[in-house]
């Protein structure tokens, strides 16, 4: 089992996370112009139970930057051709929208998804979480889940947790 455990800190302005064999996370500065993934070491969950899975951190959080989180369905679906929709797309695709709000991001990214595999059936789940940093401290944190058959989404809105995982009990 994969999960990417991220918690945002509003007062501090800080994100914090674990990766465990997930994908990162994908963190856009439109100030900068600039995407990277939020990376770490970490296997997957249950290979090693001595395993010590460290924590990581970026600060100085601001209003407009962009934390996509996503499960491999997406970057890997196909096409009737067989290309891949690989993260570069995805990673177009934020550019194009950062001006949007967290919803209408995600909406250009799975509408785009569907565009690309023209009538092909995905081979896996499609899971993508958006967070759009917004001026008056909050987070908008949109969700939507399609033709997810193994992965699972726990929200803890109180604390601002966001853990992803890729097992189907949760």
Request: net charge negative; glycine share 8%.
């Amino acid at each position: 089992m994969t999960l990417f455990y991220l918690d945002i800190d509003r007062q501090n302005r800080k994100l914090r996370w674990v990766r465990a064999g997930h994908d990162p996370a994908v963190f856009y500065d439109p100030r900068a112009a600039t995407i990277e993934e939020l990376r770490g070491s970490g296997m997957a969950m249950g290979i090693d139970a001595d395993h010590a899975y460290e924590q990581y951190s970026k600060e100085d959080l601001a209003p407009g930057q962009i934390i996509l989180l996503g499960t491999d369905g997406i970057w890997e679906a196909q096409n009737p051709r067989g290309h891949m929709f690989g993260k570069e797309t995805i990673n177009r695709i934020i550019r194009q929208y950062s001006d949007t709000d967290a919803k209408g991001l995600l909406t250009a990214c799975l509408y785009a998804l569907d565009k690309f595999r023209d009538g092909v059936k995905p081979e896996d789940d499609v899971t993508l979480v958006v967070i759009k940093i917004t001026p008056i401290a909050r987070f908008v944190i949109d969700l939507l889940e399609i033709d997810a058959f193994r992965a699972g989404l726990i929200l803890d809105l109180f604390h601002c947790n966001l853990t992803m995982t890729d097992n189907p009990l949760f």
